[in-house]
């Protein structure tokens, strides 16, 4: 009986191709994929934020039979970080704490969330004397979350739009 030897061990150049091709195109599956989740991540906590800030407000509103006063206020920034009964929006927090950390928006994407008071509820007239008899909290989507499409949406005490 011959005994043959193997003279080739190993993997072909086309081969190697092949799979490197392979890992390739699943990473970059991977990548976009991830980003897609990052983006609706962003999104579901902008939403869950102006929910959390709607009913803060809604606090605020049963102690002081209004809305605290504030003209395009840049919410969660470092002068609207906190809001209180003596405090409104405000960096240092007095009194009744309704939101001790009130949330920025996340980045990156989308714009600051801004609050503006009003003196009734056809927004006509900026209050800047709390309490206010009305407010609104406008805030940006990146993609379509549940019935709120890409783009500027609006809060106020009737709900989102």
Same mark, same amino acid.
């Given at each position: 009986m ?11 150049l086309i081969e190697?191709?092949?799979v ?8 970059? @599956?991977?990548? !976009?994929s991830?980003?897609?989740?990052? !983006?609706k991540?962003r999104?579901?906590?902008? !939403?869950?934020d102006v ?5 803060a ?14 003209n395009?206020?840049e ?7 906190? @809001? ?11 009194g ?6 009130v ?10 969330y ?14 800047s !004397? ?17 019935? @709120? ?11 989102v739009?």
């Amino acid at each position: 009986m011959k005994k043959y030897k193997q003279k080739n061990k190993g993997f072909t150049l086309i081969e190697l191709l092949v799979v490197i091709s392979i890992i390739g195109i699943l990473s970059t @599956l991977a990548v !976009v994929s991830l980003n897609n989740a990052r !983006v609706k991540a962003r999104d579901a906590k902008r !939403v869950s934020d102006v929910k959390q800030i709607q009913t803060a407000l809604e606090l605020y509103l049963s102690d002081s039979d209004g809305y605290p006063a504030g003209n395009n206020l840049e919410i969660g920034a470092a002068a609207a970080s906190a @809001l209180s009964k003596d405090s409104g929006f405000a960096s240092a927090s007095s009194g009744t704490i309704y939101m001790g950390k009130v949330p920025a928006n996340p980045t990156p994407g989308g714009n600051p969330y801004r609050y503006t008071s009003y003196t009734n509820s056809s927004a006509s007239t900026v209050c800047s !004397v709390a309490p206010c008899a009305w407010y609104r909290l406008t805030f940006t989507l990146e993609e379509q979350t549940g019935g @709120l499409g890409i783009g500027s949406h609006t809060v106020d005490p009737t709900g989102v739009y």
